[in-house]
């Protein structure tokens, strides 16, 4: 009779992330915002009634896989490739001040005896690891939040998005360094030629693919199920070679197959497809996922105390790093704070970096609780400023729509009711 | 790095399931027969590239339940109503005379010496037994067969699909009575009031729900994201429901919910969003599961002569029952032939009924062999016989299409890729 359990798990994940986004949205927040605390009150935080099991864990990583392979089809590559500098002026700054934000404030409540460390490792080495933690930004939410107040094809948008791509691989790179001056085993030569290797390779594979895509298409006079089929297990391909073979996360590779995808004629009529997938089963069971990982550790005074000023620091760090580094590239004041804004989240990449360092004895208990905080109110709190914080950003109008109707791809009707949700 | 390869699996479904389901087009056999056929070949059955993890199988389930919930959602409710007397006669005639055939030739094969049985059971019981397990029609090959060639709202298809519902229910109590004789714990009175009243359940819910929905849709004046997503909730709660409290078929609740829906005004919207959520994603790793689950045991001389003998029987037993049910009930003979043709899948259904079987103590080790057999070759020949015996069977034009365009439901884009496939 439980091997049934997962279609109940499944219509309360649909059911309650729908009810709450409707809800959040009536207070003027995205729905993002509802999905995510359907998951929180679900889940082991609250209610207990929903835990995570191995295909809400499988379907949610399809889900977040579709959901940057779609944020990959909306881009404009040429405006992309305009703000590659911005973007990785804005990543690295991005990283280094949250980086020494988090070091320094746990080195001081470390020296201070406020809250115990790990015996095994260097007090320092501890430090800079929670630094880490804070470096990586989830993107995913931000996407999210940006397509569905209509946001994503702004200045500011295009920015974020080629920022967070970067971001992933700056977080790798830090992620390997630390954890190399703890295990000797891990060679940085090797991971940076591994990171340079996946890009060659998507480049090239994307390429390839898109030459003989394109060729189909025409050939095909008209846009068929077989040609978003193919576009799918392309993105999958590339997701799995990027984590399997590189070591680079796989959304990174959904969304570089999204950008080839852009760029053939039926990109309108693969979009169209790929939404229905994405809002009516796998956005859902993701964005509950990340609610359903919220699991609060019981915490000290001291604890509780460390973790408010960490998440003070997350935000700001990332507020002061981003937006200085879009200062720095003539974006206007409004648009920094608006980059600032959006790549505040830290979402799942930050557990998974912690889970790493607990493993390698960098992280000891007493700082599990504090990170998890740390990705929970970036998390809720990214959506909710955005959608403020972005009025009045004009969006980019693509000068490409003529030249994409030339192959037939009937997709008004999806098109028309994408903003109904 | 394993626990991507899910990532790899689903990339290889879909790519092999559409490749191989364009060859069988190309022969003009039904784009399914190679979906399937894909499944066998990657599986353990031949190259043991793929094997059925927990995710393709609950993924499968979510697959075939969408596949039914589409199936009601086309479904023309009045005319399966017209039918309703002769889909009784069918699935009954459909259930006797494949149990008889089954249980005699089991019999013969026993008593003669030429297979040994299991000693701790009664032959008689045993011989029963391997008929119930012939009696089980599955529909979902059938069904999406029909729906591919465009032959599903034909008074065949209809026949077919409602006999289809009561063969499930005849299935159950066909299983129940005989477990019952060999384990007293089963009592069938107790089945049967469960089957009436999921059937009671099933339709005063959904007479609820449709009551409720169809104020909803008129109050939003158009069809929204939502919508989709109410429609799910409610299929996948009766689906559960169906197989948790009452023991019948999840597929059998998820029928019903689709021919609720596709009583509302936004039928067309829900069902070119359901299309592509099958097509794109769930289809494919359905009919790949049926295939992965085909394992040929080692068998003796015996034992082969008896599958093939049986095979024939299954085949055969159906088109007579189904048949002689729809000549009785004044098909014309072509049509008649139809039903039979349509009705011979066995799928799934069997598989699971002999595994019950083998639990109870009712099928020895060397009956699981050939049952694996006749659901492989019945699940391979029907959609392979369907498309020639159809030709020429009239499409029922609905009359409801005028009165559905009342909601603006934009869809006539997915509904005019449908058939590209």
């Known amino acids: 009779m439980d091997s049934y359990g997962f279609l109940l798990d499944l219509a309360l994940i649909l059911l309650s992330t729908k ?7 009536r207070f003027r927040m995205p729905q993002v915002v509802g999905a995510l605390l359907a998951g929180v009150i679900l889940g082991p935080a609250c209610l207990g009634v929903l835990k995570e099991t191995s295909l809400i864990a499988d379907m949610a990583e399809i889900g977040v896989i ?71 930004t989830s993107v995913s939410i931000t996407v999210e939040t940006l397509r569905e107040i209509g946001k994503l094809k702004t200045e500011s948008g295009n920015a974020i998005l080629g920022a967070a791509i970067i971001d992933d691989v700056l977080g790798i790179i830090a992620l390997t360094i630390v954890t190399s001056m703890a295990d000797t085993s891990v060679s940085i030569a090797i991971v940076l030629l591994k990171i340079l290797g996946f ?6 594979c994307g390429f390839i693919f898109f030459k003989l895509y394109q060729m189909w298409i025409v050939q095909s006079k008209k846009a068929m199920h077989r040609h978003a089929i193919a576009a799918f297990v392309f993105c999958l391909l590339v997701s799995y070679c990027a984590e399997v073979f590189f070591g680079v996360a796989d959304i990174t590779g959904a969304f570089i197959a999204g950008l080839f995808i852009s760029c053939t004629s039926i990109k309108q009529f693969v979009t169209a497809k790929f939404d229905v997938l994405s809002y009516l089963l796998l956005s859902p069971i993701f964005f509950a996922s990340i609610g359903l990982k919220v699991e609060l550790p019981t915490m000290t005074g001291a604890v509780i105390a460390f973790s408010v000023i960490l998440v003070v620091v997350a935000v700001i760090s990332k507020i002061i790093g981003c937006g200085l580094g879009a200062k720095l590239c003539r974006y206007t004041n409004k648009q920094s704070f608006r980059i600032g804004i959006g790549m505040i989240s830290r979402g799942e990449v930050a557990l998974i970096v912690a889970n790493k360092g607990e493993a390698a004895g960098l992280l000891g208990d007493n700082f599990m609780g504090p990170v998890v905080l740390v990705v929970v109110a970036t998390t809720i709190i990214t959506p909710i400023l955005l959608k403020p914080v972005f009025k009045g950003e004009a969006v980019i109008e693509s000068n490409e729509e003529a030249a994409e109707t030339e192959v037939n791809a009937p997709v008004a009707g999806d098109i028309g009711t994408a903003e109904s949700k």
């Open 19 to 25: 009810l709450l986004g409707l809800i959040t949205k």
């Open 66 to 136: 579709v959901l940057m392979f779609c944020a990959g089809l909306e881009t404009d590559v040429k405006e992309l490739k305009k703000c590659g500098k911005a973007s990785l002026v804005i990543a690295v700054l991005g990283v280094i001040i949250p980086w020494i934000g988090g070091a320094a404030v746990t080195y001081a409540f470390i020296s201070n005896g406020t809250i115990e460390s790990n015996a095994e490792a260097s007090v320092l080495l501890q430090s800079i690891f929670v630094g880490v933690i804070l470096t990586a």
């Open 199 to 204: 890009f060659v390779f998507a480049i090239v």
